[in-house]
């Protein structure tokens, strides 16, 4: 037997180590999602324009892009998480703003809010639970990504409903399948670093909730 | 047309500049799905299809 020791021991640490990326990821994905919501209040309060939420999301991509690489080995990366999560939940400001001026708004923010809920935990827990491999998704979630990315700048143009909530519906079966691919890498060992795997799943929950509220907004019938 | 809609196609633009490259080399290196593994994937899909259905029921 002690000839299997260093083999036993080696999967042990893997396995100490994966559950210690994914409780990290998930304590600072929750405090992340607090403080979104936080900022989403702020926005809200101070009223905020609709040009917000492109300035938001754009200075949110730059550190996504620019800083967050450089950043994530470093507890500096923290900061920067934070920096993205909070630029993305003060985006949600305007957007809420209108929503909540339609007479089932508030109804439709909490549904699309406890839908994103449900729809994560569950797909982050069948991902867990399976310990099933997702990788093969990768090159086809990207590419869906890029289709949706050129529908959508058509779409800034063309402005057509129906093609918007296609859009939408698109969107939150992609973001499902990052969900499964993203929980799936931290499991198996491809996603080491819980900065970038926290980042990963806030984009996914950040992208349903719009696409979830959009869809419901257009479908519910109020106009 | 407005500064929001040219802003907003400068940013998706942006987008698709970053991830094109990053798309390619995922193609390229993504593992091919084994037996079994699309099965996987469509239950859970399936299941989030219904729930959006129903969230959508139950707004109307």
């Known amino acids: 037997m002690a000839f299997n020791q260093p083999a036993v021991s080696r999967s042990a640490e893997s396995v100490l180590a994966t559950n210690k990326v994914l409780r990290n990821t998930y304590s600072l994905l929750s405090m992340t999602l607090l403080f979104s919501a936080l900022m989403a209040a702020v926005s809200m309060y101070v009223e905020t324009g609709p040009g917000t939420y492109l300035l938001s999301v754009g200075g949110a991509f730059l550190l996504i892009w620019l800083v967050l690489p450089r950043t994530a080995n470093s507890s500096a990366g923290i900061g920067v998480v934070f920096a993205i999560t909070g630029l993305l939940g003060f985006s949600l400001g305007p957007i809420l703003t209108q929503y909540l001026a339609l007479s089932n708004g508030a109804q439709l923010i909490m549904t699309a809010l406890g839908g994103t809920g449900v729809i994560f935990l569950g797909l982050s827990g069948y991902a867990l639970t399976t310990r099933r491999d997702f990788s093969f998704l990768g090159g086809m979630l990207f590419v869906g990504l890029l289709v949706i990315l050129f529908a959508a700048l058509g779409n800034i143009f063309f402005a057509i409903p129906a093609l918007s909530l296609a859009i939408s519906a698109a969107v939150i079966l992609l973001f499902s399948g990052f969900i499964l691919y993203d929980t799936s890498r931290i499991i198996n060992g491809g996603e080491t670093n819980y900065i970038m795997a926290t980042v990963a799943l806030y984009l996914d929950i950040f992208n349903i909730f719009i696409h979830l509220l959009n869809l419901l907004g257009a479908l519910s019938g109020d106009d | ?60």
């Open chain 2, 1 to 60: 047309m407005d500064w929001f809609k040219i802003g907003s196609a400068i940013l998706i633009g942006a987008m698709i500049i970053f991830l094109l490259p990053r798309a390619r080399q995922m193609v390229k290196h993504s593992p091919k799905a084994k037996q079994g593994d699309w099965q996987a994937l469509l239950i859970p899909i399936g299941l989030v299809v219904l729930f959006v259905i129903f969230l959508i029921m139950s707004v109307r």
